[in-house]
């Protein structure tokens, strides 16, 4: 509670809405790259090229455009940081590293590692590929689904600005994420592609209000100097997590009995993660996000 506390004097405004606001436009830009995307690999490869060559193509031009966002970065100087005058957070050791925060970080990114490992057996690539194998749809028709699900992904994660002033940002991360787990669980089991489109865009329709509000959890269960090196840490563990998940992705997918597997087992996981995170966090709170 002291931590919740601290959070309470420190972290003023809006963040949670900023961040959904960032999360929305993050969605729409994956939305018009995958419709994009999709419509590119389909010309091409109605034009003679073969599919596996018209995906080359767009592999190459995602590291071109990875390289140019390096370059970007590179080019930004010190102006961009966030000045916090008097804060212990000048010092060499909270700069680089945590301190009085490290037990709840360390406790928040442990978890974060399951629902990333979670997610990452779910990513957009894998689930572009099932519906390729369950239905035999082209690049095209799966770009425009795929374009669809991060619109709707983009506008649940803005409102769950209202959700979370009115119920708090634990129970906005848990009680929004069970039910978009459930229905990705369902998704494999729907018998006809439209039900599958139906359950698979419904369940997008509420699956990132979570974002949002845990990106704002964490900051505000921090000191001002250590939401660097927490979102690091936390950033972290969502990439080793994520990481490892497409090796089991790729034998389930290989398997035809087990080729819904990969929706039943990440939305399992997710609802673990989502039962822990209410069991460790929800007398942690925090107010004024």
């Not at 790729?250 to 673990?272: A, E, W, Y």
Request: charged share 10%; aromatic share 8%.
């Amino acid at each position: 509670m002291e931590q919740a506390s601290l959070a309470q004097a420190t972290v003023k405004g809006h963040l949670t809405r900023f961040l959904a606001w960032y999360n929305l436009a993050g969605s729409f830009a994956t939305a018009l790259g995958a419709l994009v995307s999709g419509s590119v690999a389909q010309l091409l490869h109605s034009s003679g090229m073969p599919l596996t060559a018209s995906y080359r193509v767009l592999i190459v031009a995602y590291a071109g455009l990875g390289a140019v966002l390096a370059l970007i970065a590179a080019c930004l100087s010190s102006a961009v940081e966030a000045a916090i005058p008097g804060d212990p957070g000048t010092t060499l050791k909270a700069r680089f590293g945590l301190h009085q925060s490290r037990g709840i970080v360390l406790k928040l990114s442990s978890l974060f590692v399951m629902d990333a490992f979670a997610g990452g057996l779910v990513v957009q690539s894998l689930v572009a590929y099932w519906f390729h194998l369950r239905f035999g749809l082209e690049p095209g028709l799966i770009g425009i689904i795929t374009f669809g699900a991060n619109i709707l992904a983009g506008i649940s994660a803005l409102a769950a600005v209202r959700i979370a002033k009115r119920f708090g940002l634990v129970n906005t991360m848990v009680f929004t994420h069970l039910p978009s787990n459930i229905l990705l669980i369902l998704v494999p089991l729907m018998p006809t592609l439209p039900l599958t489109l139906l359950v698979f865009l419904l369940r997008f329709s509420i699956s990132q209000m979570d974002v949002p509000t845990r990106q704002a959890y964490l900051m505000a269960v921090v000191t001002p100097g250590e939401r660097s090196a927490a979102g690091g840490v936390a950033n972290m563990a969502r990439t080793i997590g994520s990481s490892a998940s497409p090796i089991l992705a790729g034998v389930l997918l290989g398997s035809t009995s087990m080729l819904g597997g990969i929706f039943i087992l990440s939305g399992s996981l997710k609802i673990l993660y989502d039962l822990l995170l209410l069991r460790g966090f929800y007398s942690v709170r925090v107010d004024d996000v």
